[in-house]
């Protein structure tokens, strides 16, 4: 039974792997025992917890002994809030130093079971649960479309993003929909590093025809996370021979990648070449609307509810990656379930909630106003006497918006003081600042700028 608790220290840490911050704050809010009777369960800090545990990953994890134990394992769940209070659950940790060694892979090296059926796809992500915006929302069309017409439409399919914006989501969405209308049909869900090792593997003992039949098998492959085979020469060769059987047979193919085809390094040339002609869509990070709009389904998918103070300020705060949102919801409701309190914003600034999910602002901190006015028009390449001057052209006013926004962020000086130094009064600093403030919400590109103007005066000049 003690192998029971590595397994699922084991399994903490997998999720930890693939930051699904969600299930880490809730599983290790909570403590997995074996109770007087010898059944395994997990002890939660109160309903919120089971009920989320019970619904979302319970299955999961069951699956996982499953996997280790090559036997059926059935896990209790039960809420005990003293229990959490009173046992350190940290303790938990030492014995995951241990097994750090372990991986992902482990999964996959458990013996005996029957993988030819495996898709490897998640249920729960989906095409319905997944909310559009303007960020997403040529890639979606496409993706539904893949995933009723496969092979037929845009073969392959290649999208790219930054992390945390729903690149696996919509790839597992696009097997998870075509699984449905298509039930014998097979589909495969890998990631770069899981298909580099499968060939390993094969090699290993002697068998790259299984690995290669398996492959060459499917009516759909879905490979994510593309850009883990670069510099894996040999197996991308062996990917590029899959890809042109599967292409021939018309099966359908989506590739996911942080990067465009065109910026993969060490890649088989004939297999970028493959990529660069097919359909490649770019994702963005969503923006405030798109954020707020994911915050309340997941909200509502939790069948609970935040005070729209608390949304609005995560939205605002938590600018790329969806996945952080998904945390500081978890988090957020982890202190309300524990603590019994529903901490409003500046209590959850004291408490430090969101510390580890709100983007950092790049750090600057009492910047002179003329410093700021010499990094600005630098950056826009534009005289700096322009910005206290009265022209009014749209690009010099932008520019000027953007120092007095700097300037009331990181001078420490009165909007009066500041006033003074644009030759303005208090109140058009006030517009100039809130309009940046207000367009920082919905304008990634902005937000960019200010980044790359904020950096600058971290560089000798
Ligand atoms: P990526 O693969 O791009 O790094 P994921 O697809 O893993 O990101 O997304 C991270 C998390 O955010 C997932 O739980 C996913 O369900 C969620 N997510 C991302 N974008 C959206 C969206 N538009 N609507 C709903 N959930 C989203
Ligand atoms: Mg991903």
Request: hydrophobic share 35%; proline share 2%; net charge positive.
């Amino acid at each position: 039974m003690e192998k029971l608790k590595n397994y699922w220290n084991e399994f903490l840490e997998i999720l930890e792997k693939k930051e699904e911050y969600n299930a880490i704050t809730l599983l290790e809010s909570s403590a997995f025992i074996i109770d007087k009777n010898n059944n395994p369960t997990i002890v939660c800090s109160g309903d919120f917890a089971a009920t989320h545990i019970k619904k979302d990953f319970l299955k999961r994890i069951e699956d996982f002994f499953k996997y280790k134990c090559e036997k059926d394992i059935d896990i209790k769940i039960i809420v005990d809030a003293d229990f959490i209070k009173n046992n350190n659950i940290k303790i938990e940790k030492e014995i995951k130093e241990d097994i750090k060694e372990k991986t992902i892979n482990n999964i996959d090296s458990a013996k005996k079971i029957d993988k030819s059926n495996l898709t490897n796809l998640n249920k729960k992500f989906r095409f319905d649960n997944f909310i559009q915006g303007n960020n997403n929302r040529y890639v979606f069309e496409a993706a539904k479309l893949v995933s009723s017409k496969a092979g037929k439409e845009y073969n392959p399919l290649y999208i790219y993003g930054s992390v945390g914006i729903g690149k696996t989501h919509i790839l597992q969405a696009i097997g998870n929909n075509y699984l449905e209308i298509n039930k014998n049909a097979k589909v495969l869900y890998v990631d770069g590093s899981g298909f580099r090792d499968e060939y390993i593997h094969g090699l290993q003992i002697k068998k790259p025809d299984i690995f290669k039949r398996k492959y060459k098998s499917l009516d759909m492959f879905l490979l994510d996370d593309l850009q883990l085979l670069e510099s894996a020469q040999e197996t991308s060769k062996e990917l590029f021979e899959i890809f042109q059987f599967l292409y021939n047979a018309g099966k359908q193919m989506v590739f996911v990648s942080d990067k465009p085809p065109k910026e993969l390094r060490n890649i088989e040339a004939r297999l970028k070449n493959r990529f660069e002609q097919s359909l490649i869509l770019s994702i963005e990070p969503p923006q405030y609307e798109t954020r707020l709009a994911i915050i309340e389904r997941k909200i509502k998918d939790l069948n609970t509810s935040i005070d729209e103070e608390i949304m609005k300020y995560m939205a605002e705060n938590i600018t790329t990656d969806v996945r952080k949102i998904e945390g500081a919801i978890m988090s957020y409701l982890s202190v309300r379930d524990i603590m019994k309190i529903t901490p409003n914003v500046s209590q959850c600034e004291e408490m430090n909630i969101f510390k580890d999910y709100f983007t950092s602002k790049p750090k600057l901190k009492n910047a002179t106003i003329k410093e700021i006015k010499k990094r600005v028009s630098d950056y826009y390449g534009m005289e700096i006497s322009l910005l206290d001057s009265k022209d009014r052209t749209k690009f010099i006013s932008k520019a000027r918006h953007v120092a007095m926004y700097l300037a009331c962020e990181y001078s420490k000086k009165s909007v009066t003081e500041i006033g003074l130094d644009f030759n303005r009064d208090h109140a058009s600093v006030i517009h100039g600042r809130d309009k940046i403030r207000e367009e920082l919400k919905s304008n990634s590109h902005l937000s960019l700028e200010l980044n790359n103007i904020i950096s600058s005066f971290n560089i000798e000049s």
